[in-house]
Nanobody
């Protein structure tokens, strides 16, 4: 069984910063990529940032230069530093990883429960 626990969400004013954390635990054999997605009310879930095990990162244009993803492989933890936040960043943020769990024979995607980020104007 795998658990992803997110923390760090909350309410912030436009222009402010938040740092999200997500710790994965359980019967994890290995983690390849990790990432963050978000979903605003009435919209589809969208990619926010990804990071490979080696540290290569990717961002959509909407957050590039404002958000920074990082990870601690020893702790199976991924972080998302969000700066210069805008009201349109308001959403539920989900962490995810693609990895191999003990007892399975393939790479699968695992998701956290989500944390609310609200940016007021």
């Amino acid at each position: 069984q795998v658990h992803l626990v997110e923390s760090g969400g909350g309410l912030v004013q436009a222009g402010g910063s938040l740092r999200l954390s997500c710790a994965a635990s359980g019967s994890i054999f290995s983690i390849n990529s990790m990432g963050w997605y978000r979903q605003a009310p009435g919209k589809q879930r969208e990619l926010v940032a990804t990071i490979t095990r080696g540290g290569s990162t990717d961002y959509p244009d909407s957050v590039k230069g404002r958000f920074t993803i990082s990870r601690d492989n020893a702790k199976n933890t991924v972080y998302l530093q969000m700066d210069s936040l805008k009201p349109e960043d308001t959403a539920v943020y989900y962490c995810t990883f693609r990895g191999l769990v003990i007892g399975t024979l393939r790479l699968d995607d695992y998701w956290g429960q989500g944390t609310q980020v609200t940016v007021s104007s």
